[in-house]
């Protein structure tokens, strides 16, 4: 007993005049470590009686809980001082002055979202966001794409254990179209919305990521048609790429949340080595590109919202926004979007003042 309250005393004085932590760390050892005076003592509890090993036990184990507690609370003290002597160190004085060249620069993606944002909102548009992580039921089904619809072997989608509310499973969106319902559902009509945001898909090469954006429109009102659809995208195409030779052709397509359903290719000509959109792809020297894709509005998916298609039709589009910087901007591959690289940011990143309007254009470059 007397060995056991000598060496408490001894331990916790020690400890508590323990300068560093490294010290504390050799106390610890010392003590407790495999080979230390208290493990030891620990290890004598073995060859007692039953009569000592319930005197001697309670005793042992309470001096090594007061050491534990003892390194604890000293650990814990080093360290307050360390941060105070740390926070008393490093000042920073805030009245600086800023840089003469202000650091950072705006991401093209983040350029291109505002760009949209403003051309769409002259023709009368809001803007619409929704979840990344979205339930089966508005990703697909709401779109007239049923669990054994072919369509969904077309989004290689990432799928999460988890069962929604709806009974399908929840996944990372594939399209920003769930928006389109969950705007319906919520506002009801008529409806004159953009959704940009994160889409995810199973994908990557030189264009195509993972993660990518994409912006979808969609219009419902009554009395609408594709001549509608056909104004809105050359009115927005011609003010994002600042020409007005812009020209559209559109072909029939499939989409299940579509129909009728168009491809909508851009004219293009080859200038420096790279497209650049402008003319009739008939041209000599031309030729036509696919840009987006879009369509009226499917019956089923204004039903799925909710309302009723004999007095309700509308149209809907989807771009990337990636490639749409990407063709605007003369970049030629996805990847380096994602890439992080600095370098590449400063030469086509741009300013913070490069605010797009309408008035003013919506191409200024850093």
Do not use: C
């Amino acid at each position: 007993m007397g060995e056991v309250d000598t060496l408490e005393g001894a331990a916790l004085a020690r400890i508590g005049a323990a300068e560093d932590p490294a010290a504390l760390e050799a106390l610890r050892v010392e003590y407790l470590g495999k080979q230390g005076s208290i493990s030891g003592l620990l290890k004598t509890l073995g060859g007692m009686s039953p009569e000592e090993r319930q005197t001697q036990g309670p005793k042992i184990h309470a001096l090594r809980e007061a050491v534990q507690t003892a390194l604890s609370t000293r650990k814990e003290a080093l360290e307050g001082a360390a941060l105070e002597a740390q926070l008393a160190a490093e000042t920073l004085d805030l009245s600086l002055p800023a840089p003469d060249a202000p650091k950072g620069s705006v991401h093209p993606v983040s350029q291109v979202m505002d760009e949209l944002a403003e051309i769409f909102a002259d023709m009368g548009f809001a803007v619409a966001t929704g979840p990344e992580i979205e339930d089966d039921w508005y990703n697909f089904t709401a779109l007239n794409m049923p669990e054994s619809h072919p369509a969904r072997a077309m989004h290689d989608t990432f799928y999460f254990p988890d069962t929604a509310p709806k009974g399908g499973r929840m996944l990372l969106r594939t399209h920003t179209s769930p928006v389109q319902v969950r705007t319906m559902m919520a506002e009801g009509t008529p409806v004159r919305i953009i959704a940009p945001g994160r889409v995810y898909r199973s994908d990557s090469d030189a264009t195509h990521t993972p993660m990518f954006h994409q912006v979808e429109g969609l219009v419902i009102d009554k009395g609408i048609h594709l001549g509608h659809l056909k104004w809105t995208l050359e009115t927005f195409l011609k003010a994002f790429f600042e020409r007005d030779d812009i020209v559209l052709r559109l072909r029939p397509s499939y989409f299940p949340f579509t129909e009728p359903s168009v491809e909508v290719d851009v004219g293009f000509a080859i200038e420096n080595g790279r497209r650049v959109l402008g003319g009739s792809g008939d041209e000599p020297g031309h030729g036509w590109m696919e840009l987006l894709g879009s369509g009226m509005v499917n019956r089923k998916v204004i039903e799925m919202s909710g309302h009723d298609p004999d007095q309700w039709q509308g149209f809907a589009f989807g771009v990337g926004v990636d490639r749409l910087a990407m063709l605007k901007y003369g970049m030629d591959d996805l990847r380096a979007f994602f890439d992080g690289d600095v370098r590449w940011l400063k030469h086509y990143g741009f300013s913070a003042f490069d605010q797009p309007t309408l008035s003013a254009g919506v191409g200024a470059r850093a």
